[in-house]
Structure formats: C-alpha cells, structure tokens
C-alpha cells in the first residue's frame, strides 16, 4: 500500500438523494463501499435484507425491504465486509469496521 492511501470505507457509490446501499446481514447492517480493487466471490452467506426506502422525491411511497443474496469475499471475514451475489462493483462493509483489510485496498 502507498503512503497516503485511504484504507477507510468511503461508503462511495451512492447517488445524492436516493437511499443508501445497505443490507442487514447476521442482525449488523453493511454499507456499500467502492474499492479500488476487484474483490473475489466467496462461497454463498444465503440471504440478507436491503431495508425498506422511503426517499421517493415527495411521491409518499416507500419502497418495500427486499432479499437479496450475500457472498462472502476469499480471504475476508463476513465480520467484516460481504457482497452481492454476481455483484463486484462494491463491497458491503460492516458498518462497526473502520480499516479495511489489506485484500481490498490496492497495493
């Protein structure tokens, strides 16, 4: 790793004004975060739930909670980051995690 590199969660890839990427897996809550690193698919977690949305710009819907499929990530625990199955555009980092292991950050 360089000097200087960010090894926080950026919580990156989130659209203003539209709700965040975040799961519920294992009764913690993670928070998508972009790497700058492809991370590799592990073995399935089963299901966790993306939480209902109520941030519809005023149309007083909410957009139901929904199961989605969680993979683990080779080489990290789901302790601390998950993903999307057939997702590798971002990593579900625990949201208690402040430094993400050296498999997800760019050397």
Avoid: F
Avoid at 12 to 35: E, K, P, Q, S, W
Avoid at 75 to 99: N, Y
């Amino acid at each position: 790793m360089s000097e200087g590199t960010n090894t926080e969660p950026s919580g990156g890839g989130v659209a203003a004004g539209a709700c965040a990427m975040l799961v519920r897996y294992d009764g913690h809550d993670y928070l998508g975060t972009a790497l700058e690193v492809e991370p590799v698919p592990g073995d399935s977690l089963g299901n966790a739930t993306i939480p209902p949305c109520n941030d519809t710009g005023g149309a007083g819907t909410t957009v139901p909670a929904e199961q989605v499929e969680v993979t683990a990530l080779q080489g990290v625990p789901p302790s601390v980051a998950i993903m999307l199955a057939g997702r590798t555009d971002v990593v579900l980092v625990r949201d208690d995690v402040t430094k993400l292991p050296k498999q997800l950050v760019e050397d």
